[in-house]
């Protein structure tokens, strides 16, 4: 599974202290998901992240 952040992303950092293996935080100020897939315990702390999201940002990407 990936994810991607969208433009809704207010910069709040949840997601990045919940699954830093997953997302970080730009110069910009708004996170970004890592490129690659994600899978086991860093897959569930991911969709954590995801559903604390206070906007909604963080979407799951299947291919």
Known sequence: ???????????????????PEVFSMTD???AVAAPGDVD????????EAMQGCPVNAIES???
């Open 1 to 19: 599974m990936k994810f991607h952040v969208n433009s809704d992303c207010i910069g709040c950092g949840l997601c990045a202290n919940t699954c």
């Open 28 to 30: 910009a100020g708004t």
């Open 40 to 47: 086991g315990l860093d897959e569930s702390a991911a969709k």
């Open 61 to 63: 990407v299947t291919e």
